[in-house]
């Protein structure tokens, strides 16, 4: 039985990218694109309305957390087998979604989460510190060692989407992600991709202080609960 | 009785007309109105009264009764602070459950 893959996109301020982004998909095959606009300021909307794809636009910007959720949402109501979340910014391969996908569709694991260090992307020394640190910090607060704890490029299989639940909107929800998989008892595995860095996405990326900020969320998150 | 004494006795005095005002505009609840009452009266009695609670200070271990209660008004400044971080936390989380929702309603399909 042939397994229905959608890819979710959230996006925000992509219009130098997003056409192509699309365009990237569709030539490898998928067809069934989600872009979730979460009001941005550019022209994202307008340049994705030209291509067949679902668009769903948020009347206000609540952060990327939110969009995939309403992405993943969205994908469970299209009844989805697969869900694969993907950066609109250029940085995935949409040649290496086959290798995301493989091992959910083997039944071998609900969830696969891409790394790049276990690719070969050349990841700028700042950021490597940042991640690290991302991951010594995933190990405390959810138990789970991995190679790349904040990596957008992820599979999720229609059940471990039912299963994870999506609070924080913001760029903290990877943690949580990862955090459900542990609570839940999610199978997953990582899988090598590369992140394509050029000087559009490194400005884009996440600051030290905006790294600092999650953290301190997470924890009082933690707390409130 | 010094001039910060004097312009603490003020500025209450001041706070509990506008929490009068408040009342009277029905801007608060009657239990919010109590409360408020409280504090800021509580204050102007402290500051009149310091001498004679001078026994909430031997209570507390701190010498000035004034200090045991600007301390205890730190504590409770925190707590609200952490409530107030947890209300406006579900505020937002509403915000992005209504935003999701209508953001499906309209959904541009391919």
Redesign the interface.
């Known amino acids: 039985m042939k397994n229905k893959i959608f890819i979710v996109i959230a996006a925000y301020n992509e219009e130098n990218q997003i056409v192509k982004v699309i365009k990237g998909l569709k030539k490898e095959g998928y067809k069934d ?1 989600i872009l ?1 606009d979460d009001c941005s300021l550019d022209k994202t909307y307008e340049k994705a ?1 030209k291509e ?9 910007n ?2 990327q957390g ?1 969009s995939l ?2 992405g993943i ?2 994908a469970l ?1 299209q009844n989805a087998d697969i869900i694969v979340t993907f950066d609109a910014d250029g940085q995935h391969n949409p040649g290496e979604i086959k290798r995301l996908i493989e091992p959910i569709k083997k039944k071998n694991v609900e969830v696969t989460l891409g790394s790049r260090f276990l690719g070969k992307s050349n990841v700028p020394f700042i950021k490597r510190f940042i991640l690290k640190g991302g991951v010594f910090f995933t190990w405390i607060f959810s138990g789970i060692k991995l190679t790349d704890t904040h990596n957008g490029f992820r599979a999720l299989s229609r059940k471990a989407a039912q299963n994870i639940e999506i ?1 924080h ?1 913001r760029m903290e929800h990877a943690s949580e992600i990862i955090d459900q998989i542990a609570k839940k008892k999610i199978k997953y595995i990582e899988v090598p991709v590369t992140i394509k860095y050029s000087e559009y996405s490194k400005k884009k990326g996440q600051s030290v202080f905006n790294s600092i900020n999650i953290v301190v969320k997470l924890i ?2 933690k707390l ?1 609960r | 009785m010094g001039i910060i004494e004097i312009l603490i006795i003020i500025f209450a005095c001041f706070a509990l007309i506008k929490v009068v005002l408040k009342l009277k505009d029905k801007a608060i609840s009657w239990r919010e109105f109590g409360f408020w009452a409280v504090i800021w009266t509580a204050l102007v009695a402290l500051v009149l009264l310091r001498k004679r609670l001078g026994f909430l200070g031997e209570l507390s271990g701190v010498d000035d009764p004034f200090k045991t209660v600007v301390i205890l008004s730190i504590i409770l400044l925190f707590y609200l602070m ?1 409530r107030t ?2 209300k406006i ?1 579900k505020v ?2 509403e ?2 459950r209504l ?2 929702e ?3 309603k ?5």
């Open positions: 694109i979730i309305k067949k794809i679902h668009l769903l636009k948020h009347e206000v609540r952060g939110a959720k309403t949402d969205y109501q609070k909107d009082l998150r409130a | 952490f971080f947890i936390d937002e989380q915000i992005t935003t999701r209508i953001a499906i309209k959904v541009r399909k391919k």
